[in-house]
């Protein structure tokens, strides 16, 4: 096979896992499934449990949650990122795969009124149930745009900060993703992600399993990869600030690739990492 053709076969592969987590999330925006793993209800999450039960322990504060307005949080994060951003009023900041506006409306409480908060998302039924929470909220410093964060709708060197949650994972070409990151910061702008990495190989079962992709494991970089990625794309001052194993925290989730898959949950615990990190995009 020649150099372009296998190039044309991994970027068709690459379309063909967007549109299948495009499919996922937007029935997930719509109630039909419940989770980021398997059919369930819609007011469950993959972490088991009700999605805010997933969230506080996930260390976002219930006092900031109690503010946020009703389907904004699916349960669907694998961190609390915001928190760390240390916003301050009048900034502008971009979720990267913004979901129902959860990260969004955390952060525009920080900015204010003179802040402004966009939320990117390539979900129509995400985008649709997200600007539905800023009306209902009464949110005037959000917005919503719909796009893919290999090529981010926004212009180059207007974000002070950008953050995201358990996102970049589910995307195929995580270098593009960096580097849209990197030219849309100012110079000395910062990110606070929280995302899934792999300290190891997966199984081969669990590497072709479509349902762990779109639940934030399959597609999940080795960590060397991920961050040299990042830094490939001009972004420094790397600092991990959690790390804990995926699979311990989401016990169900677990359980279910195990009966699905027939792996053994030792085959795979350990592995798959839950981090948050912030980076800075030099002066």
């Not at 389907?71 to 900041?93: I, N, Y």
């Not at 971009?94 to 990117?120: C, E, N, Q, Y």
Request: charged share 25%; proline share 4%; net charge negative.
């Amino acid at each position: 096979m020649s150099v372009n053709a296998a190039a044309g076969s991994e970027t068709k592969h690459g379309e063909e896992v967007v549109a299948q987590v495009r499919d996922r999330y937007g029935k997930i925006a719509e109630g039909k499934v419940g989770g980021c793993c398997e059919p369930t209800t819609a007011t469950t999450s993959c972490c088991g449990g009700s999605a805010e039960s997933a969230s506080v322990r996930l260390a976002y504060r219930g006092k900031d949650l109690a503010g946020v307005p009703d389907g904004a949080d699916l349960g669907l994060g694998c961190g609390a990122p915001v928190q760390h951003l240390a916003l301050q009023p009048g900034e502008t900041v971009l979720d990267l795969g913004s979901g129902g506006g959860i990260d969004v409306f955390l952060a525009a409480k920080s900015v204010g009124p003179t802040g402004r908060v966009i939320g990117v998302d390539m979900t129509p039924a995400m985008l649709e149930r997200a600007r539905r929470n800023a009306e209902k909220g009464g949110h005037q410093n959000v917005e919503f745009r719909e796009g893919r964060l290999e090529q981010l709708p926004v212009e180059s060197g207007t974000i002070d900060a950008v953050t995201s949650n358990c996102v970049i994972n589910l995307v195929p070409d995580k270098a593009a993703v960096f580097r849209e990151v990197s030219r849309v910061l100012k110079p000395g702008g910062r990110m606070v992600i929280s995302d899934v990495i792999l300290d190891g190989r997966l199984p081969e079962a669990l590497e072709k399993d479509i349902l762990a992709y779109v639940g934030c494991i399959a597609g999940a970089a080795q960590r060397e990869v991920y961050f040299g990625q990042l830094q490939a794309a001009g972004l420094g001052e790397v600092e991990v600030l959690t790390d804990v194993d995926s699979l311990s925290q989401w016990a169900q989730e677990a359980k279910t690739i195990s009966e699905r898959t027939g792996i053994k949950p030792e085959d795979v615990i350990g592995k798959v990492r839950s981090v948050t990190y912030r980076a800075r995009k030099p002066c």
